[in-house]
């Protein structure tokens, strides 16, 4: 069993940033690969980033170059590094871990999950 739990969420203007951190618990963790999904309101939720335990990531090209994300295996803990933020970036923002290293953007892969820190963009 995995515990996640977020934090960092808040609100920010366009342009701000913002760092998300996600701390995990739990036996094995360190070899999960994990993630981070949002969900805007009234839309699905999607796979913005994700790192596995050798450090390999993936980003959704709607935040390439804007958002970056890290982990730190000593301390269990992920990170999401979101700078020049637009209004479109607003959602609930949720860390997953999901077992074995390849990273996969079908949030069925991810059995074990936070319970999300909102993120809010104003123009």
């Known amino acids: 069993q995995v515990q996640l739990v977020e934090s960092g969420g808040g609100l920010v203007q366009a342009g701000g940033s913002l760092r998300l951190s996600c701390a995990a618990s739990?036996?094995?963790?360190?070899?999960?690969?994990m993630g981070w999904h949002r969900q805007a309101p009234g839309k699905e939720r999607v796979l913005v980033a994700a790192?596995?335990?050798?450090?390999?990531?993936y980003s959704a090209d709607s935040v390439k170059g804007r958002f970056t994300i890290s982990r730190d295996n000593a301390k269990n803990v992920m990170y999401l590094q979101m700078t020049s933020l637009k209004p479109e970036d607003t959602a609930v923002y949720y860390c997953?871990?999901?077992?074995?290293?390849?990273?996969?953007?079908?949030?069925?892969?991810?059995?074990?999950w936070g319970q999300g820190t909102q993120v809010t963009v104003s123009s």
């Open positions: 739990g036996r094995n963790v360190g070899i999960y690969a």
């Open positions: 997953a871990a999901k077992y074995g290293s390849s990273i996969n953007t079908d949030e069925k892969f991810y059995a074990y």
């Open positions: 790192i596995n335990s050798g450090g390999s990531t």
